[in-house]
């Protein structure tokens, strides 16, 4: 896996490669979540933020929902926030008939008008993204590689920016 993202970060450099590029700063978004309120991304405190970009049209979202659940479980030993924006513009029914009652206990926002993924230039979903402290993109899988690669990607991003102190958090504090 480590050639995997080697070869991301030299695709990355020459033009090609995952999508959003490796590097890029993820502007701030406000985005409405399944549970009637809305999601600042500069009101994030976590110095690691993962997006999961997904779609309802694609089924794939019902087999990754019980392993985002078990990854959400880490967050605050990890220090991450877990995000999940669904980029299909709308709402699915099958969220409630898969969840029931039992809805996720992170974020599942909408992004209806391509606030956050216009920008992004998304070639596939699922595309999961791991933002550092100054909310750059320092990991992109386009599909849902398993807990495993995306928590050793937040470890490496957390590592990074316990080696750089100096590196102000968002919002400039």
């Known amino acids: 896996m480590a050639a995997a993202i080697l070869v991301g970060i030299v695709a990355a450099a020459e033009g090609e490669g995952p999508h959003p590029a490796l590097g ?6 406000t985005l409405p979540d399944m549970r009637g309120g809305t999601l600042r991304l500069a009101d994030v405190q976590e110095p690691v933020v ?4 997904f779609a ?8 990754q929902l019980p392993q985002l659940r078990e990854l959400a479980t880490r967050q605050e030993d990890l220090g991450f926030r877990l995000i999940s924006v669904s980029v299909d513009g709308r709402w699915s029914d099958q969220l409630r008939q898969v969840c029931g009652d039992d809805l996720p206990q992170f974020p599942v926002l909408l992004d209806s008008e391509r606030t956050l993924t216009g920008p992004l230039v998304l070639r596939h979903v699922p595309t999961i993204i791991v933002l550092d402290r100054q909310r750059r993109v320092r990991f992109v899988y386009e599909a849902w590689p398993g807990n495993h690669v995306v928590l050793r990607a937040i470890r490496r991003t957390a590592s990074t920016w316990l080696e750089a102190p100096s590196a102000a958090p968002p919002g400039g504090e």
Do not use: R, Y
């Not at 890029?24 to 978004?29: I, S």
């Not at 309802?56 to 087999?63: K, M, P, R, S, V």
């Open 50 to 53: 993962v997006l999961n970009l």
């Open 24 to 29: 890029m700063v993820v502007a701030d978004f």
């Open 56 to 63: 309802f049209w694609c089924d794939t979202w019902i087999q």
